[in-house]
């Protein structure tokens, strides 16, 4: 449904000039929730006002829906944005903040009323109507900011790191409620975060940014399985990662050694999840090695076991917490560890870059 | 509370108390009081009450028969005095509000050097630059010069002493009092809410109507009383650029107290000048502080 092909934006002149998008390529489909994920400064915030059309593409084009949208001005392009800063209209009701889309297209006033009661039924805020939006919480702004995008049916809803001026608590539910808003108007979003459990939670897939540059386009699942280099599973949760040597198949860690069948010849890094360390030496068809144990973290439902390894390495092992106590470790302690092969990941050092 | 805590209260306020009578009160209680006293012979008044000045400020006895006439020079002094300084607040916003816009939306670095040219006029004698647009629209002014040289007209135009002149005026010399509070209120204006309105459809000119006109409002109004109101007194500039024939209330008032010897219709005169002040900052008041009711549909 969107195209972006080849898109890239510049900024300032001569020597001034900063690249913030490095020509992204990639496509929406119809109802999809995609999230741009990454640390400040990696370009998602361009790309999404560039969809929105607040700024023009240094190069490359936008087609929705068949048409080349990227000379189009914003009150032309049938997508809308939920802001970070929500920027309701403070003069505005709640009610008056909603129909503003339908006035600025002229609908009759027929047309606006019930679709604005219908909008805030929606967001459940029928009851606000008629308070001023700046006398709401953050919470309501929020649902009102939601309720002003989605009122004149956009074919695509932007959010712009929409929840990152709630608490924690609101967050987790607003997280909840986006995602049912989303199935039930079948709308496609386009959201941006650079948090990874936001993206994780409500997303079909994601678009892992960093440098201007897309590096990794996937399900949640997938990304966190099978990220496509050091930065992106860096990102998405925990990692360990150990440099190894491979030849024929087999990679090589100081005195462990296991097959990993798809390990190209040479220097490696591997990355392997917390929670897959097994502090055990029996485990089949692994890596073992020797390691001492550095530090143990207690948080509640898990113990993060701070290891290092003979040739210095620090890897994290995450173990849950079993009712009685399970096997006890001691700080200091030497053991021996297993690294499964199945959980074991060959990643590429570098990043998508220039 | 204790009375040593009453007497420090008073005593803190005191200063306050002393201006306020000194420089308010007192003043307009005096002329409130010769307002309705007898004119002197050769100016000042008698102590004899009178409500004569009040009445001439409306209507004018006939010397011959006593008859009572709706005095239209006054009258039509007063309403020129409203009418014009309608105008000049009128023009001011139409060349103040863009002017203000300009500013605002200049890099941070640059807004201080535009300013600072607005404010330069301010810095310069009134008197002095009266007469410099004066010196342009005279007859043998820049603007007839370069015209006639020009070609375009063959005769010079008369624009001096007239309500163009005096417009012209007080335009020029109030303008800096409506671009800087409107600058203060553009400056203070969230533009991502014009994005936010270019967003949701709308197009240039419903978010200039919708959006920002409403939200910079109160720098509007506020430079609308602080342009009003000098220019309904104003005395320098319809004085230089009106001459006798387009007076304004403040040179009546002047008048009554020089040529005319009649103190206590300029007193009438100043106190209607007052009421009618006062009136345009009710208003404001009420624009200001019920804006809640007014943005419905």
């Given at each position: 449904?969107?195209?972006?092909?080849?898109?890239?934006?510049?900024?300032?002149?001569?020597?001034?000039?900063?690249?913030?998008?490095?020509?992204?390529?990639?496509?929406?489909?119809?109802?999809?929730?995609?999230?741009?994920?990454?640390?400040?400064?990696?370009?998602?915030?361009?790309?999404?006002?560039?969809?929105?059309?607040?700024?023009?593409?240094?190069?490359?084009?936008?087609?929705?829906?068949?048409?080349?949208?990227?000379?189009?001005?914003?009150?032309?392009?049938?997508?809308?944005?939920?802001?970070?800063?929500?920027?309701?209209?403070?003069?505005?009701?709640?009610?008056?903040?909603?129909?503003?889309?339908?006035?600025?297209?002229?609908?009759?006033?027929?047309?606006?009323?019930?679709?604005?009661?219908?909008?805030?039924?929606?967001?459940?805020?029928?009851?606000?109507?008629?308070?001023?939006?700046?006398?709401?919480?953050?919470?309501?702004?929020?649902?009102?900011?939601?309720?002003?995008?989605?009122?004149?049916?956009?074919?695509?809803?932007?959010?712009?790191?929409?929840?990152?001026?709630?608490?924690?608590?609101?967050?987790?539910?607003?997280?909840?409620?986006?995602?049912?808003?989303?199935?039930?108007?079948?709308?496609?979003?386009?959201?941006?975060?650079?948090?990874?459990?936001?993206?994780?939670?409500?997303?079909?897939?994601?678009?892992?940014?960093?440098?201007?540059?897309?590096?990794?386009?996937?399900?949640?699942?997938?990304?966190?399985?099978?990220?496509?280099?050091?930065?992106?599973?860096?990102?998405?949760?925990?990692?360990?990662?150990?440099?190894?040597?491979?030849?024929?198949?087999?990679?090589?860690?100081?005195?462990?050694?296991?097959?990993?069948?798809?390990?190209?010849?040479?220097?490696?890094?591997?990355?392997?999840?917390?929670?897959?360390?097994?502090?055990?030496?029996?485990?089949?068809?692994?890596?073992?090695?020797?390691?001492?144990?550095?530090?143990?973290?207690?948080?509640?439902?898990?113990?993060?076991?701070?290891?290092?390894?003979?040739?210095?390495?620090?890897?994290?092992?995450?173990?849950?917490?079993?009712?009685?106590?399970?096997?006890?470790?001691?700080?200091?302690?030497?053991?021996?560890?297993?690294?499964?092969?199945?959980?074991?990941?060959?990643?590429?050092d570098e990043e998508v870059a220039a | 509370m204790t009375g040593a805590d009453t007497l420090r209260r008073w005593a803190l306020a005191l200063p306050?108390?002393?201006?306020?009578?000194?420089?308010?009160?007192?003043?307009?209680?005096?002329?409130?009081?010769?307002?309705?006293?007898?004119?002197?012979?050769?100016?000042?008044?008698?102590?004899?009450?009178?409500?004569?000045?009040?009445?001439?400020?409306?209507?004018?006895?006939?010397?011959?028969?006593?008859?009572?006439?709706?005095?239209?020079?006054?009258?039509?002094?007063?309403?020129?005095?409203?009418?014009?300084?309608?105008?000049?607040?009128?023009?001011?916003?139409?060349?103040?509000?863009?002017?203000?816009?300009?500013?605002?939306?200049?890099?941070?670095?640059?807004?201080?050097?535009?300013?600072?040219?607005?404010?330069?006029?301010?810095?310069?004698?009134?008197?002095?630059?009266?007469?410099?647009?004066?010196?342009?629209?005279?007859?043998?002014?820049?603007?007839?010069?370069?015209?006639?040289?020009?070609?375009?007209?063959?005769?010079?135009?008369?624009?001096?002493?007239?309500?163009?002149?005096?417009?012209?005026?007080?335009?020029?010399?109030?303008?800096?009092?409506?671009?800087?509070?409107?600058?203060?209120?553009?400056?203070?204006?969230?533009?991502?809410?014009?994005?936010?309105?270019?967003?949701?459809?709308?197009?240039?000119?419903?978010?200039?109507?919708?959006?920002?006109?409403?939200?910079?409002?109160?720098?509007?109004?506020?430079?609308?009383?602080?342009?009003?109101?000098?220019?309904?007194?104003?005395?320098?500039?319809?004085?230089?650029?009106?001459?006798?024939?387009?007076?304004?209330?403040?040179?009546?008032?002047?008048?009554?107290?020089?040529?005319?010897?009649?103190?206590?219709?300029?007193?009438?005169?100043?106190?209607?000048?007052?009421?009618?002040?006062?009136?345009?900052?009710?208003?404001?008041?009420?624009?200001?502080?019920?804006?809640?009711?007014?943005?419905?549909?």
């Amino acid at each position: 449904m969107l195209d972006i092909r080849g898109l890239s934006k510049r900024f300032g002149y001569g020597k001034g000039e900063v690249t913030a998008l490095h020509e992204v390529s990639f496509s929406i489909a119809e109802g999809e929730f995609f999230t741009l994920l990454g640390p400040s400064g990696c370009g998602k915030t361009t790309l999404l006002r560039l969809i929105a059309g607040f700024t023009g593409p240094s190069g490359g084009s936008l087609v929705l829906d068949g048409k080349d949208i990227a000379a189009m001005p914003p009150n032309q392009r049938p997508v809308n944005t939920v802001f970070q800063s929500y920027a309701l209209f403070p003069h505005m009701t709640v009610g008056q903040n909603v129909a503003f889309a339908l006035e600025a297209q002229g609908r009759p006033r027929s047309e606006i009323d019930p679709a604005v009661d219908k909008m805030l039924t929606l967001v459940q805020l029928l009851h606000l109507k008629n308070r001023k939006s700046s006398e709401l919480s953050g919470g309501q702004q929020q649902r009102v900011a939601l309720a002003r995008a989605l009122v004149a049916k956009p074919r695509i809803l932007l959010l712009d790191e929409p929840l990152s001026a709630l608490d924690m608590k609101l967050r987790k539910d607003m997280q909840i409620e986006l995602k049912r808003l989303q199935r039930e108007t079948g709308l496609t979003f386009i959201f941006v975060t650079h948090d990874q459990e936001e993206a994780l939670t409500m997303s079909d897939r994601i678009a892992v940014m960093s440098g201007g540059h897309v590096q990794q386009i996937a399900t949640p699942r997938e990304l966190y399985d099978r990220p496509a280099n050091r930065f992106v599973a860096g990102f998405i949760g925990e990692s360990n990662f150990l440099s190894a040597k491979a030849s024929a198949g087999v990679v090589e860690v100081g005195e462990g050694r296991v097959a990993l069948a798809d390990a190209p010849d040479g220097p490696v890094t591997l990355m392997i999840r917390p929670e897959h360390v097994v502090l055990s030496a029996n485990a089949p068809d692994a890596l073992e090695l020797q390691a001492t144990v550095a530090q143990l973290v207690f948080f509640g439902t898990d113990t993060h076991v701070h290891l290092v390894l003979a040739d210095g390495t620090r890897l994290v092992a995450r173990v849950q917490n079993a009712l009685h106590g399970g096997q006890s470790l001691n700080e200091g302690e030497r053991i021996t560890i297993s690294l499964p092969a199945k959980a074991l990941r060959v990643v590429r050092d570098e990043e998508v870059a220039a | 509370m204790t009375g040593a805590d009453t007497l420090r209260r008073w005593a803190l306020a005191l200063p306050a108390v002393v201006v306020i009578t000194l420089f308010s009160i007192l003043p307009l209680g005096v002329v409130l009081v010769y307002s309705f006293l007898t004119p002197g012979d050769f100016g000042n008044v008698k102590w004899i009450f009178s409500t004569d000045g009040w009445f001439s400020v409306l209507f004018e006895r006939n010397i011959f028969d006593d008859t009572i006439a709706i005095s239209d020079a006054n009258i039509g002094i007063l309403v020129r005095s409203i009418v014009l300084s309608l105008i000049t607040t009128l023009i001011t916003v139409i060349f103040g509000l863009p002017t203000a816009w300009f500013i605002a939306t200049r890099p941070v670095a640059q807004r201080n050097f535009w300013m600072f040219l607005i404010t330069i006029p301010f810095w310069t004698n009134l008197l002095v630059r009266t007469i410099a647009v004066q010196e342009m629209i005279r007859s043998d002014g820049v603007f007839n010069r370069i015209l006639l040289g020009l070609g375009i007209i063959h005769e010079p135009i008369q624009m001096m002493f007239s309500n163009f002149a005096v417009l012209l005026g007080m335009t020029y010399v109030f303008l800096p009092l409506m671009v800087l509070p409107v600058y203060a209120a553009i400056e203070k204006f969230d533009f991502r809410l014009a994005e936010a309105s270019y967003d949701l459809y709308a197009s240039r000119l419903f978010t200039l109507r919708r959006v920002i006109l409403p939200l910079i409002r109160p720098g509007v109004i506020a430079g609308s009383i602080l342009v009003f109101v000098p220019s309904l007194g104003a005395y320098v500039t319809p004085r230089i650029m009106g001459g006798g024939k387009s007076m304004m209330l403040g040179n009546l008032i002047d008048l009554q107290f020089g040529q005319g010897r009649n103190w206590p219709l300029g007193a009438a005169l100043s106190i209607t000048l007052t009421v009618l002040v006062l009136l345009a900052l009710i208003w404001y008041t009420r624009l200001t502080s019920g804006r809640k009711e007014r943005n419905h549909g």
